[in-house]
């Protein structure tokens, strides 16, 4: 999808003093150096869907500028059309690297469109989280959370109290949007289901819709603002950017305490990258302390969130690791192939009972 809900609240949080551990230097390794040296002999990196708005890229781009003397240029566009863009241009090509859904990493490997490199952090990224060869890795993650306006007297906690309100439940393009489709896989996973047992999800949100309560209105500052939001599943991520954007209390973050599901964002090397040692070198920094606090800043759960140590004022952008408990990891491959078929039973199920 392309980084439509990146209405990135103004970072408040004062550019994090780096340090030579914090990031990739020529004193890192000897392998390190000889990386940077390459990188800097190529003179740029060119990324695809990695906007400065997205996840706080705008920092890591910054000091991958300032550091490496790297230039940079992103176009934003979606996890389906940045393959596209590997694909069509062939050896020809003109991205060096890109962010998918997770769910695309599995289909770039099998289209054999990108390259590996694995970060000198592997060790410390999840196996669920991560290609075994380092053809893919999520530098962040995105847990299913609810987005809870303040006006509404008793807010819900978990998937099972909202069929006890009276509430709306906004979702906007289930069957083809990955984060209201990763709300029904959340709902599932509460209910006893999971990647190859939808009907769960979709069986609760017929209920809401039984009930007059789902409303086809994407969360997103605008909608809030105007009080057109009233409870929304969202990537947490989303959720508390969105929540600081409009500001003050009018709207509260929480992940559902009976189930949800983690998923995030791949970083993938296109095979036929122009200056793969700069897209190497890239990924290197997003895995390194200060790349992983530069995405943290962007209200986006690292990876190595439980590795690192985030400033005060960072963690405070984040949910408390507690609330996570009842989060499952994604299995990406599964997924990948049992998610086109939301579409169908969306509406079979639950737009015909609206």
């Known amino acids: 999808m392309t980084r439509v809900f990146a209405f990135a609240a103004p970072l408040l949080v004062a550019a994090t ?22 990188a800097k002999q190529e003179g740029a990196v060119s990324s695809v869907g990695m906007p400065d708005s997205w996840a706080n890229w705008k920092d890591s781009w910054a000091q991958i500028t300032e550091h490496y003397g790297l230039g940079h240029f992103d176009r934003d566009m979606s996890s389906a059309q940045e393959l596209a863009v590997f694909e069509n241009e062939g050896t020809n090509g003109t991205a060096d690297i890109g962010d998918v859904g997770v769910e695309f990493g599995p ?6 469109l990108v390259q590996p490199y694995k970060p000198t952090t592997w060790e410390q990224i999840p ?8 053809m893919w890795a999520m530098p962040y993650t995105g847990t299913m959370a609810f987005v809870i306006s303040s006006d509404i007297e008793t807010p819900p906690s978990s998937w099972a109290d909202l069929l006890e309100g009276d509430y709306a439940i906004s979702l906007n393009a289930v069957g083809s949007g990955a984060q209201d489709n990763a709300a029904v896989l959340a709902a599932a996973i509460a209910f006893g289901g999971d990647e190859t047992d939808l009907m769960p999800g979709v069986e609760f949100f017929a209920k809401l819709a039984e009930q007059g309560r789902i409303r086809a209105n994407a969360a ?3 909608t809030m ?3 057109e939001i009233e409870v929304a599943p969202l990537w ?7 929540a600081a954007t409009v500001g003050g209390d009018r709207y509260t973050v929480i992940i559902p305490s009976d189930g949800s599901v983690t998923s995030g964002y791949a970083s993938v090397i296109n095979k036929n990258a122009p200056h793969p040692n700069a897209a190497k070198l890239a990924r290197e920094y997003i895995f390194s302390d200060q790349g992983q606090i530069n995405l943290a800043n962007g209200y986006a759960r690292p990876i190595r969130i439980d590795h690192i140590e985030l400033p005060e004022e960072t963690a405070a952008r984040v949910l408390p690791s507690e609330q996570y408990e009842s989060a499952k990891p994604i299995d990406a491959q599964t997924w990948q192939e049992n998610a086109p078929r939301l579409g169908q039973l969306w509406q079979e199920y639950v737009l015909s009972a609206m």
Do not use: C, H, M
């Open 236 to 242: 947490d991520f989303n959720a508390l950017n969105y």
């Open 220 to 222: 997103n500052p605008a």
């Open 107 to 112: 289909i770039a490997v099998s289209r054999d």
């Open 225 to 227: 603002e105007q009080g």
């Open 127 to 134: 196996a669920w989280a991560k290609d075994a060869d380092g």
């Open 17 to 38: 003093s780096l340090s030579a551990q914090s990031y990739p230097t020529a004193d890192t390794s000897p392998e390190i150096a000889d990386l940077i040296a390459a």
